[in-house]
C-alpha cells in the first residue's frame, strides 16, 4: 500500500508485515543531512520511509561551514527559509595564512568568482541544522527511530531488502546507507579502502570571545597553515566559534601531551590562532575525531546506494563534507523516484549516481592534494595573480565543481597549477617557511628520508630546504 496525495497533504501508509518483517519502500540508515535530505525528497514523492540512527538527537557535529552549492540545493527543496530561521553566519568567503602570524592573512571572497553563480552561503551549529532537516522530513511522511542500530543485513537486492535492526527485522525495496564514517554498508560489502598520505586526526571544540574577521571580512571562516597541520575558525553563531586543528597522524603521535588536551598544546604553538584566543572561553579538553579519508566505491549496487560520508570521506580542509553530503542524498533519493517511476531503469540509475560521485571526489581530492602542496600554498597565501588566476581558485574553493567547471574558470585553474610547479624553482611569489608547531613545542620533526612530511618537499629542487637536519 503506497502513500498517496489528498488535497495538500502527503499521507503515508503505516508499515505492513511481510514474513514478520516491518515492510517500507525505503530503509536509510543515518539521520545526518545526507539521510534526512534523502528522507524528504523520497517521502515528498509518496515512499514509504524507515530512518534509523543508532544515536539520539539533538547531537554535536563539526561540519558547521557549507559550500555556495548547499543554498542552491536548499533553495530547491524549500529549506533556505527555515536555515535563515536558525541563528547562523552568513558566510561571504574565508581567510587563509600561515600560522606564524607574521602575515596579515590573505582574503578570498566568494565575491571574486567568476560568473553568475552563487557567492555566499552559510555556517551553522550542526545540532540545530540536522535537527531543522529531521523536522521536516518527518513533517512529509518520513518515520524516525532514534537509538535503534543495525543489528545485522541478512539480504541486499532491490525489492528484497531484508535487514535485523536492534528493535526487530525489517524489509524494504530499497536501502540507502547514509551512517557517515560507520560505513555499514561499505564493511558489509568489504569495500572500504583507506586512502595513502590522508591519514589526520582533529581535534576541536567550541568557544566564545574568540576574536574574528571584522569589517568586510565579516562571517569569514579563517584558515591558518602550518607544516604539519592546520587550524580552523568557523563563525557559527553571534556568540560561539568553532575552532579545531587537523594533524597529520604520525605528527600527532609526537605530540606530549594526551588526545584530549591537544588542541589547547596546539592553539599555544600557533601564533596567529592563539593571537586570535587571547580572550577566549571555553572547556579545558578537546573532542577527537580521526579524519582518515577513505573510499567505499563501488557506490551503488542492486538495491542500494551509499551517500555522504558512508559512501567516501574526504580531508575537510574544503568544507565539502556536509554539501557532498546533501548532494549525494538528493542524487540518489531522485534516481530511486525515477526507477519506481519507470523514468529510468535501474542500471542507469545506478551507474550514473556512480559516475557523478566519482567525478566529485576525484575533484575535491585534486584540490585537497594542492592545499597539502606548499608551493601551492604560497601561491595562495600571494592574493594575488596574472590573468586573474586566482579568482578561478576561489570558484573552486567555493565548489563550482558540483555543477562542472566552466571553460574560463577551468584553463585558469590548470595556468595555477603550471604556476605551483614553477614556483618550486624559481620564485613566482615570496618563498615562505613553514610555522612548525613541533619544533615550536621543542619535539624534533622526523628525518624528511622517513617520508611522513607529505607535500610540503615534492620536487623541491632548487630552493632552500626549510627541514632541519
Known sequence: ????????????????????????????????PSGSIAALELARAGKRVLVVDKESFPRFRIGESM???????????????????????????????FG?????????????MLGDTIKQTFNIRRSLFDQMLVDEATKAGAVFRFEDGIDSIEHIARGDVRIRLSSGPVRADWIIDASGQACVLGRHFKTRRL????RNISYFEHFEGVRRPDGDRTGFATLAMCRESWFWMIPIDDR?????????????????VPANQRLAWCIERCPLVADRMRNATGPTTNQ?????????????????????????????????????????????????????????????????????????????????????????????VSGHGPLNVDAAVVNMLAGEIFE????????????????????????VVEWIRPHSLLQAGGVPLPSPRSGVIRGLRRGERGRPSWQPS
Open 100 to 112: 606564524d602570524g607574521r602575515r596579515d592573512p590573505v582574503a578570498i571572497p566568494f565575491a571574486r
Open 1 to 32: 500500500m503506497r502513500g498517496s496525495r489528498v488535497g495538500a497533504d502527503l499521507v503515508i501508509a503505516a508499515p505492513e508485515s511481510v514474513a514478520g518483517h516491518e515492510a517500507w519502500d525505503v530503509v536509510i540508515i543515518g539521520a545526518g
Open 404 to 427: 562542472g567547471v566552466p571553460f574560463d574558470v577551468r584553463w585558469r585553474w590548470e595556468l595555477m597549477r603550471w604556476f605551483r610547479e614553477i614556483n618550486r624553482h624559481r620564485k
Open 67 to 97: 559550500l555556495p552549492h548547499a543554498n542552491r540545493l536548499l533553495t530547491d527543496l524549500g529549506l533556505m527559509d527555515r536555515v535563515e530561521e536558525l541563528p547562523h553566519v552568513v558566510k561571504k568567503g574565508l581567510e587563509i595564512s
Open 195 to 198: 586512502l595513502d598520505g590522508y
Open 240 to 256: 560561539v566559534t568553532s575552532v579545531g586543528v587537523v594533524v597529520d597522524d604520525e605528527h600527532a603521535k609526537r605530540i606530549p
Open 288 to 380: 577527537v575525531v580521526g579524519d582518515f579519508s577513505y573510499t567505499c566505491e563501488p557506490f551503488a549496487g542492486d538495491g542500494w546506494f551509499m551517500v555522504g560520508d558512508a559512501a567516501a570521506f574526504i580531508d575537510p580542509v574544503w568544507s565539502t563534507g556536509v554539501t557532498l553530503g546533501i548532494d549525494t542524498g538528493v542524487a540518489a533519493s531522485r534516481r530511486i523516484i525515477e526507477v519506481e517511476a519507470g523514468r529510468r531503469s535501474a542500471e542507469a540509475a545506478m551507474k550514473s549516481y556512480g559516475k557523478r560521485v566519482t567525478r566529485l571526489r576525484a575533484g575535491f581530492l585534486g584540490l585537497i592534494s594542492n592545499f597539502y602542496d606548499h608551493s601551492f600554498r604560497e601561491l595562495l
